[in-house]
């Protein structure tokens, strides 16, 4: 099974943060999700942020994913 990895770099008041998620994600099916999903993520966990600007990012495959078949989707929950 390949597995891509994404790293989407955000600023956050001024300050970067990198982000780092995986198409296992239920809502990540590409790299533009990846992006999506992470600036959703930024704007979460920094509620009383003023700018959350996207900088950039890359995908990757994963290692260690080679030997498993398949992999179920888990439910999508934000809390």
Do not use: Q, T
């Amino acid at each position: 099974m390949i597995v891509n990895g994404y790293e989407i770099v955000v600023e956050i008041d001024g300050v970067k943060s990198l982000i780092n998620l995986d198409d296992l994600y239920p809502s990540i099916k590409d790299w533009h999700s990846a992006a999506e999903f992470a600036m959703k993520m930024a704007r979460e966990a920094n509620p009383d942020a003023v700018c959350i600007d996207f900088l950039g990012g890359g995908e990757y495959e994963l290692e260690g994913y080679e030997d498993i078949p398949y992999s179920l989707e888990s439910p999508f929950r934000v809390y």
